[in-house]
């Protein structure tokens, strides 16, 4: 074979090999794809719940569940700690500024026939949109449409109207930028984050807390904040302001805020002497890179744990309280006085 031609396919090898790896790489450092299904919002936020399935949770305690939650464990079978991968939203307010509307995608494995039939029970009304199923169920005021993607997706929204749930139809096939908030702050967040956030914060949009101090100095910011696991949590915000002046104010109060909040947790805290609680608060860091107020915080393993731990011990009274063994015996037994039979216990 000629050198020239070794060359030029050596160099077709080199250039096909560079293109790929610059896909790869933009592929790999966009946003996750189902956050690219969303409709437009002022909140997105995004969890990658699969590294939670690397513990083992049948040594764990079961949850106790009841309601419509064990309606629904019931009948599809799906249980959402155990079999959801990933989660998608974006939430934004309704123009009258008096309730919110939010469309979700859910990644996870489930037995897709059980599910359908789940959803025909509780639907009202059911559409077609460019062959897939559109399940109307009202709930609590609001129009849900329930839409099963494919064998490991399932779109809902709970706004008035379908456009929400047939963009997300539609960007299945497209593979579409997604949401504007996303395409223009997406890059903020860290690499290998397990969960994040982007918010928008317009003029008046931060209610005062019941102490008398708000978060009013975080109007008309992008806060893109994250959670990653390096044997520690991080946590971490970025506050993005118009102006350095701007992002100056909110270092300023926030610095204020986290003054005081400091010297009422360990002044009247219930753990306020408790060593790993105070580490963690006194992590809390807040630094200003030009019009970008940084805040950062890390959570110990030893607080994870005992977080954890605290919560595990009141699991059993919790589960202990409605006392399911004794009350069909009761019933059983005095099916003409149920109430008889419950009055001295409840007093």
Not at 63 to 89: P, S
Not at 258 to 285: F, N
Request: net charge neutral.
């Amino acid at each position: 074979m000629p050198l020239r031609r070794k060359l030029l396919m050596a160099l077709l090898f080199v250039i096909a090999v560079a293109v790929l790896g610059f896909w790869l790489y933009r592929r790999s450092g966009g946003p996750p794809e189902i956050t690219r299904l969303l409709p437009e919002g002022d909140v997105i936020v995004y969890a990658n719940l699969k590294p939670a399935h690397l513990f083992d949770l049948a040594k764990s305690k079961p949850v106790q569940v009841e309601g419509e939650y064990q309606r629904f464990i019931d009948q599809t079978g799906i249980q959402f700690e155990r079999d959801l991968d990933e989660v998608a939203m974006s939430r934004r307010d309704t123009p009258d500024g008096r309730d919110t509307e939010s469309a979700e995608v859910f990644v996870g494995r489930f037995d897709e026939q059980r599910l359908r039939s789940f959803l025909e029970s509780i639907s009202t009304q059911r559409d077609s949109y460019h062959g897939r199923i559109l399940y109307v169920v009202p709930h609590q005021g609001h129009t849900v449409r329930v839409c099963v993607l494919d064998p490991k997706r399932v779109a809902v929204t709970n706004m008035a109207s379908s456009d929400a749930i047939h963009q997300i139809v539609d960007a299945v096939e497209d593979s579409p930028s997604g949401p504007s908030l996303l395409q223009g702050y997406y890059q903020h967040v860290p690499v290998a984050s397990l969960a994040w956030l982007i918010l928008r914060s317009g003029s008046g949009s931060q209610a005062p807390m019941g102490s008398g101090w708000s978060f009013d100095f975080l109007e008309n910011t992008v806060t893109v904040g994250s959670v990653r696991f390096e044997g520690d949590l991080r946590l971490r915000a970025d506050v993005i302001a118009a102006t350095e002046n701007a992002a100056k104010q909110v270092v300023d109060s926030a610095g204020s805020f986290l003054s005081m909040y400091r010297t009422v947790a360990e002044s009247v805290g219930t753990h306020g002497t408790d060593p790993d609680v105070k580490a963690a608060i006194d992590s809390i860091q807040v630094q200003q890179n030009k019009n970008v107020a940084v805040f950062t915080a890390t959570l110990s393993q030893r607080f994870l744990k005992k977080v954890v731990s605290e919560a595990a011990s009141q699991a059993p009274t919790a589960a202990a309280s409605p006392s399911p063994s004794p009350e069909p015996k009761r019933h059983g037994r005095r099916r003409h006085k149920p109430m008889a039979r419950r009055t001295p216990p409840a007093a």
